[in-house]
Structures are given as C-alpha cells and as structure tokens.
Antibody, heavy 120, light 106 residues
C-alpha cells in the first residue's frame, strides 16, 4: 500500500523558514517524480513545486520561485520542501503527491497534508 | 500563462448525470486529469489523461476532451459523489489546476 506522510508544518512568523518532509513507502520512490501542492483555507488547489525521479530536474510555481526549494533523499525515501521568506499568503495545507506519469504530471497518490500557518 | 476555467458549482438530482466542464485554449490538445476532494480529505484522482480511470474508481466516472473544453461526467450520481472537483494539466513545465467545482447532489 502506498503511503505518503507529511510532517514539519506549524506556526511560523512572516519572514521565517520551515522545512516540510514527506516520507514515502509502498512503492519504488526512486522511480517516480514527486510534487508539492497546497491549499489555502477555503480555497482551491495550487501547485507549488515538482521534482524528477532522479532529483536532477526541479520545477516551481512563480509564487514560490526563489523562496522554496524542493529536494529528495532516495536513500531515505523522503521528499522535502524548504520554505524561506515565508509570507502570510503561504498559509495553507501542504500535500505531497506522487506523479503517475512523468510526461503528464498526474498525481495518483496524495498524503493527508500538513498545515503551515504564517502569522505574527 | 495557461488558465483553466471551471464553473463554481454544479447541481444534479440523485441518480441523474452530472457534467463538470473545464475550459482552456485548445485544451483538447492537452492531457487533462480530474480530482475529487471531499471536506477535510486529500484529493483523489478520478480520471487521468482525459479518459482513463484509476483502479477503484467506479465506471460511473468518465472523461472527455475536445476543442476548448474537457468534461468530467458522473453517471447515476450518488450522495457520496458530492464533493469539489478539480481539473488539472501540465503545460510549459507548470502544473495548472482549475479553480474547482462544487458538485451538489439534490
């Protein structure tokens, strides 16, 4: 059974940093691209970032480019999102998602999410 | 940048057919995916690459994509289908989501 378990969320002040983790199990982690998607309270889904299976290629939404960094540790089957210079508008539930097809970026498995609140 | 347009809400009578649209410029030339999200839960992939159904998704869910509109069709709608639905695609190295449609089953 595929499992994605996010952690690392919490309350942080504007301008602060946070590192999210997503522990993956039940599939060959090194064979699949992964992504982060967020959802602000009462709002729709917003894509944040994605990383190739090897980790060699990364993609970012304009809203986080230069502030967030996605990475993965294949030896630990873990996906990360380093978030710096956080803003109030980054407040959201952050989901990690497994990519089904690299050329299509369709997400067939999702974690339950971790809440990030940016507030003073 | 590419945009996807969904109606804010769609209503369907119990047992009838619901159609949720996703509009975009020449979207028929792209691969569209659909997600169902119930309150307090993570999204679930219900249709991928226009019309493919993941294992475990009922045959009542189907998809089509042509011209400037992709459509998610839910046949014989059930109370359990009440949820938010999002379309999504990959374009120019960017993942794009539609704004979401709230489906109400009457």
């Amino acid at each position: 059974e595929v499992q994605l378990l996010e952690s690392g969320g919490g309350l942080v002040q504007p301008g602060g940093s946070l590192r999210l983790s997503c522990a993956a199990s039940g599939f060959s982690f090194s064979s699949y691209a992964m992504s982060w998607v967020r959802q602000a309270p009462g709002k729709g889904l917003e894509w944040v970032s994605a990383i190739s299976a090897s980790g060699g290629t990364t993609y970012y939404a304009d809203s986080v480019k230069g502030r967030f960094t996605i990475s993965r540790d294949i030896s630990k089957n873990t996906l990360f999102l380093q978030m710096n210079s956080l803003r109030a508008e980054d407040t959201a539930v952050y989901y990690c998602a497994k990519v089904l097809g690299y050329s299509y970026y369709d997400f067939d498995q999702w974690g339950q999410g971790t809440l990030v609140t940016v507030s003073s | 940048s590419y945009e996807l347009t969904q109606p804010l809400s769609v209503s369907v009578a119990l047992g009838q057919t619901a159609r949720i649209t996703c509009g975009g410029n020449n979207i028929g030339g792209k691969n569209v995916h659909w997600y169902q999200q119930k309150p307090g839960q993570a999204p679930v992939l219900v249709i991928y690459r226009d019309n493919k159904r993941p294992s475990g998704i009922p045959e009542r869910f189907s998809g089509s994509n042509s011209g400037n509109t992709a459509t998610l069709t839910i046949s014989r709608a059930q109370a359990g289908d009440e949820a938010d639905y999002y379309c999504q695609l990959w374009d120019s190295s960017t993942v794009i989501f539609g704004g979401g449609t709230k489906l109400t089953v009457l």
